[in-house]
């Protein structure tokens, strides 16, 4: 890429969170020769090709449904342990199992990351943030009818999974507010890709 | 398979074939046959050069004697299909090879009413009809794409598999000459936002699959693709559009793209934290682990193949990097004791599969053969021991060590790792 004001600005704010990205590594040469050159826009192009429509706050807020770990983008609601076992027995048990273990598709529920690693790759065992199960259920599950799930039911499912998994009490309530203040099991388990590049084997 | 590499010589055949030269002690061994067999074919019925053919068609069709299949075996909403790579030349693939793997099935999407939405660290939210994404400036570019995946059947110590095909071993690996608008181009239409650093891609699947992705490869040599070795993506690879990120792990490509919302942090998806995270030895996880280091696969001889003599066989495979271009293929053809440089055919590409060979006279007695790749920034493939040192015996993704094939004495060739551990 041909080193623009901006590419700059995105290196310097890359370096900043203190991601190692690939490019950082000294084993990602830009290829000169080749991406650069088939990649740069021509001289002659305009500031903005003007092709695409704006889009308003309404069109973006209908699509802009993900979760982050801080919690922005959990929308309002609140469910319990109690309620979520209902959740969970009426529209996951078929393929999660009835204690969330057996099965036939992911299990669900496991042991602390402590006792092996990785000793059950589950919710309990693996996973480094709670919000992850709002974003997730809320895409994909119930696997067969996504987007099935009120608010309220999948806040509710989720403090039942975390419960199962020991995590959470069994009188819990999930909001926007409580869920991304649990602190999952596995939470500082996981390090930012730290390959090196070069002839490192890592 | 065997008919690729020598014609199977039928009872028949045999018979009408031999019967005078046998007599004349002209033929020893079915390989002297064979050789005979290959001058005198009998001539197919009706002879082709005396009955005239079908008629141009509008779209073309594969011969009948070649039918190259994906390994397709799960029905699961959740699953992959690996490309035939023993059946594959050179190193396209196929669009209709390609290597599958969805995580809610394939959408069936119409192209005119897919969007794009752009939008978070932005001057201008936009959303893109993909009328408006074709007329953008294009680029077409040869890449592979890998499964993270790929290859973790022959990881574990204990279960090394003998008896697997190098496409159910290898076939999460497709290359194509993608077309598209380079991401960057549509984000300086947006116009970034400073002190953005991530962005979210998310597909119109029903598992709405969604990786974060760091800018810094999004203005690099990310794409918008929406064309697939000249034509439209199929539906398998994400039509209408899909994210190409260059060289790295194939989850992280998202197919049916429909958001793109610039961040100043990763989402942390679950196909970023319990799934695609790399468990490492000493009670970590690796995670954004997108690059995919060198790696190397013979093609040919693989299971079941059995050499049907000794004699001259070219031994052939793919190699491929995601940090760059391949620069060397050696292939050992005595376990790993003597190595030699394999021929590396052009073109060579960066962030592309390479096709290498190396001629070999096989002297019929039982071997192993492999094949380790380097690539221009040095990494050299490493062996499965050198893996199992760096990231553990219990790692779920990134299996780029070295294969094996053993060759036995009747030329039955299997998976041959196991004989290496």
């Given at each position: 890429m041909r080193p623009t004001a901006a590419a700059v600005t995105l290196a310097a704010s890359w370096m900043l969170v203190g991601c190692a990205g690939p490019a950082d590594a000294p084993g990602t040469p830009a290829d000169e020769s080749f991406a650069d050159i088939a990649y740069a826009l021509p001289e002659q192009a305009p500031r903005r090709f003007g092709f695409g429509a704006e889009a308003s706050a309404a069109r973006v807020a209908r699509w802009d449904t993900d979760v982050k770990p801080d919690g922005e983008g959990l929308p309002a609601g609140k469910g319990t342990v109690a309620e979520g076992e209902v959740v969970f027995m009426t529209y996951c048990v078929a393929c999660h199992g009835p204690t969330g273990t057996e099965g036939p598709n992911d299990v669900l529920v496991g042991s602390d990351p402590w006792e092996a690693w990785p000793g059950s790759v589950t919710v309990g065992g693996y996973w480094p943030y709670a919000t992850t199960l709002y974003d997730y259920i809320s895409r994909a599950?119930?696997?067969?009818?996504?987007?099935?799930?009120?608010p309220n039911q999948t806040y509710a499912v989720i403090a039942y999974i975390l419960h199962r998994n020991g995590v959470v009490a069994a009188d819990a309530e999930m909001d926007a507010q409580t869920l991304p203040a649990v602190i999952m099991p596995a939470r500082d388990r996981f390090v930012v890709d730290d390959r090196q590049g070069g002839s490192q084997i890592r | 398979m065997s008919e690729k590499h020598g014609p199977r010589l039928s009872r028949r055949a045999w018979i009408t074939t031999t019967s005078g030269v046998v007599a004349a002690g002209l033929i020893k061994t079915q390989a002297d046959a064979l050789r005979l067999d290959a001058q005198t074919a009998p001539l197919q019925t009706p002879d082709p050069t005396k009955v005239p053919g079908r008629f141009t068609s509008e779209v073309g069709r594969r011969a009948v004697g070649e039918q190259p299949r994906r390994l397709a075996r799960a029905q699961a909403l959740s699953s992959s299909a690996q490309s035939p790579l023993q059946d594959?030349?050179?190193?396209?693939?196929?669009a209709d090879l390609h290597f599958e793997r969805h995580h809610a099935g394939i959408p069936e999407i119409a192209k005119g009413s897919h969007e794009l939405l752009v939008h978070g660290m932005v001057d201008r939210p936009m959303v893109f009809r993909m009328s408006d994404i074709e007329r953008y400036p294009r680029v077409s570019r040869l890449y592979f794409i890998e499964c993270s995946g790929n290859g973790g059947s022959a990881y574990s110590r204990e279960n090394m598999?003998?008896?697997?095909?190098v496409q159910a071993l290898d076939g999460l690996l497709s290359t194509s000459e993608w077309t598209g608008v380079p991401l960057s181009t549509i984000l300086r239409e947006v116009g970034v936002r400073s002190g953005a650093s991530w962005l979210l891609a998310e597909g119109s699947d029903a598992a709405m699959m969604s990786r974060s992705v760091p800018l810094e490869k999004a203005m690099d040599d990310a794409l918008l693709a929406f064309g697939q070795n000249g034509e439209a993506i199929r539906p398998e690879q994400g039509y209408p559009l899909r994210l190409m990120l260059p060289g790295?792990?194939?989850?992280?490509?998202?197919?049916?793209?429909r958001r793109i919302e610039v961040t100043d942090r990763p989402t942390m998806t679950r196909e970023e934290t319990s799934k695609y995270t790399d468990p490492l030895e000493g009670g970590t996880a690796r995670q954004f682990s997108f690059l995919m280091d060198a790696k190397s696969t013979i093609t040919f001889p693989t299971y079941p193949f059995v050499l049907p003599e000794r004699g001259w066989w070219e031994i052939t495979g793919l190699a491929w990097s995601g940090r760059g271009r391949i620069t060397r293929v050696e292939v050992s053809t005595d376990g790993g004791a003597r190595w030699a440089d394999a021929v590396l055919q052009q073109p060579v590409l960066p962030k592309c599969t390479a096709r290498f060979r190396h001629l070999w006279e096989w002297n019929g007695r039982e071997t192993v053969i492999l094949s380790r790749a380097t690539d221009d920034t040095g990494y050299v493939q490493p062996t499965v021991q050198q893996l199992w040192e760096a990231r553990g015996e219990r790692t779920r993704y990134h299996f780029n060590h070295q294969r094996a094939w053993k060759v036995a004495s009747d030329g039955a060739v299997t998976f041959g790792l196991g004989d290496l551990v």
């Amino acid at each position: 890429m041909r080193p623009t004001a901006a590419a700059v600005t995105l290196a310097a704010s890359w370096m900043l969170v203190g991601c190692a990205g690939p490019a950082d590594a000294p084993g990602t040469p830009a290829d000169e020769s080749f991406a650069d050159i088939a990649y740069a826009l021509p001289e002659q192009a305009p500031r903005r090709f003007g092709f695409g429509a704006e889009a308003s706050a309404a069109r973006v807020a209908r699509w802009d449904t993900d979760v982050k770990p801080d919690g922005e983008g959990l929308p309002a609601g609140k469910g319990t342990v109690a309620e979520g076992e209902v959740v969970f027995m009426t529209y996951c048990v078929a393929c999660h199992g009835p204690t969330g273990t057996e099965g036939p598709n992911d299990v669900l529920v496991g042991s602390d990351p402590w006792e092996a690693w990785p000793g059950s790759v589950t919710v309990g065992g693996y996973w480094p943030y709670a919000t992850t199960l709002y974003d997730y259920i809320s895409r994909a599950m119930p696997q067969l009818t996504p987007g099935v799930l009120t608010p309220n039911q999948t806040y509710a499912v989720i403090a039942y999974i975390l419960h199962r998994n020991g995590v959470v009490a069994a009188d819990a309530e999930m909001d926007a507010q409580t869920l991304p203040a649990v602190i999952m099991p596995a939470r500082d388990r996981f390090v930012v890709d730290d390959r090196q590049g070069g002839s490192q084997i890592r | 398979m065997s008919e690729k590499h020598g014609p199977r010589l039928s009872r028949r055949a045999w018979i009408t074939t031999t019967s005078g030269v046998v007599a004349a002690g002209l033929i020893k061994t079915q390989a002297d046959a064979l050789r005979l067999d290959a001058q005198t074919a009998p001539l197919q019925t009706p002879d082709p050069t005396k009955v005239p053919g079908r008629f141009t068609s509008e779209v073309g069709r594969r011969a009948v004697g070649e039918q190259p299949r994906r390994l397709a075996r799960a029905q699961a909403l959740s699953s992959s299909a690996q490309s035939p790579l023993q059946d594959l030349m050179g190193i396209i693939t196929p669009a209709d090879l390609h290597f599958e793997r969805h995580h809610a099935g394939i959408p069936e999407i119409a192209k005119g009413s897919h969007e794009l939405l752009v939008h978070g660290m932005v001057d201008r939210p936009m959303v893109f009809r993909m009328s408006d994404i074709e007329r953008y400036p294009r680029v077409s570019r040869l890449y592979f794409i890998e499964c993270s995946g790929n290859g973790g059947s022959a990881y574990s110590r204990e279960n090394m598999p003998t008896e697997i095909t190098v496409q159910a071993l290898d076939g999460l690996l497709s290359t194509s000459e993608w077309t598209g608008v380079p991401l960057s181009t549509i984000l300086r239409e947006v116009g970034v936002r400073s002190g953005a650093s991530w962005l979210l891609a998310e597909g119109s699947d029903a598992a709405m699959m969604s990786r974060s992705v760091p800018l810094e490869k999004a203005m690099d040599d990310a794409l918008l693709a929406f064309g697939q070795n000249g034509e439209a993506i199929r539906p398998e690879q994400g039509y209408p559009l899909r994210l190409m990120l260059p060289g790295w792990e194939g989850n992280a490509q998202v197919k049916w793209l429909r958001r793109i919302e610039v961040t100043d942090r990763p989402t942390m998806t679950r196909e970023e934290t319990s799934k695609y995270t790399d468990p490492l030895e000493g009670g970590t996880a690796r995670q954004f682990s997108f690059l995919m280091d060198a790696k190397s696969t013979i093609t040919f001889p693989t299971y079941p193949f059995v050499l049907p003599e000794r004699g001259w066989w070219e031994i052939t495979g793919l190699a491929w990097s995601g940090r760059g271009r391949i620069t060397r293929v050696e292939v050992s053809t005595d376990g790993g004791a003597r190595w030699a440089d394999a021929v590396l055919q052009q073109p060579v590409l960066p962030k592309c599969t390479a096709r290498f060979r190396h001629l070999w006279e096989w002297n019929g007695r039982e071997t192993v053969i492999l094949s380790r790749a380097t690539d221009d920034t040095g990494y050299v493939q490493p062996t499965v021991q050198q893996l199992w040192e760096a990231r553990g015996e219990r790692t779920r993704y990134h299996f780029n060590h070295q294969r094996a094939w053993k060759v036995a004495s009747d030329g039955a060739v299997t998976f041959g790792l196991g004989d290496l551990v």
